[in-house]
């Protein structure tokens, strides 16, 4: 037998239904929007350096051979770091089927550089986790640092108030 809005007998139809999840975060009288929610759950509105950061730690994650672990990874870092989350996982696509062939064979390159050649399998891992990890904070530092240069310039361009105004002649 059920009763209410799908509830088995016994319980109250207060408890549990549609509206339940969206009661518990926005109680009556609240004056917490779902907009204003969503928003601060995806950062917007956050400052040029914690998005310019998300991004250049998604770029960075993303350019490590950690596939199957770099949005978890990236999301669990973003929350403690408190960046913004939608840019962390921005930079994370960066590892895709048509560019990981040319990360992985660059991350190589540059170990191979860098260590001597080994013919044992240790040396070449050696070398190419080496160049993975240095491809990462490049990538990651070069995309914190421009997009930081870009918002930083957008935000100025935003806030300086036009000729007219300020009241002065066009």
């Known amino acids: 037998v059920v009763i209410g809005e799908g509830q088995p007998l016994g319980n109250p139809v207060s408890f549990g239904g549609p509206e339940d ?8 009288g609240s004056t917490t929007s779902l907009r204003e929610a969503a928003r601060a759950l995806l950062g917007v509105g956050d ?3 914690r998005t310019a950061a998300g991004a250049g730690l998604g770029v960075a994650i993303g350019l490590l051979p950690l596939v199957p672990f770099q949005t978890a990874l990236a999301l669990v870092l973003a929350f403690l770091l408190r960046l913004n989350r939608p840019a962390v996982l921005a930079g994370t696509l960066i590892w895709q089927p048509f560019t990981a062939p040319a990360i992985l064979a ?16 240790g040396g070449k891992l050696a070398a190419f986790a ?5 491809l990462s904070a490049a990538g990651g530092t070069a995309t914190a640092l421009g997009l930081y240069a870009v ?11 036009s000729v007219l105004q300020a009241g002065g002649q066009a």
């Open 21 to 28: 999840g969206v009661n518990r975060f926005f109680p009556k």
């Open 151 to 161: 918002l930083r310039r957008r935000a100025r361009r935003n806030r300086a108030p």
């Open 106 to 121: 660059a991350s190589f390159a540059v170990g191979r550089s860098l260590l001597p050649d080994s013919p044992a399998a």
């Open 130 to 134: 080496l160049g993975a990890a240095l």
């Open 47 to 49: 400052t040029p350096g």
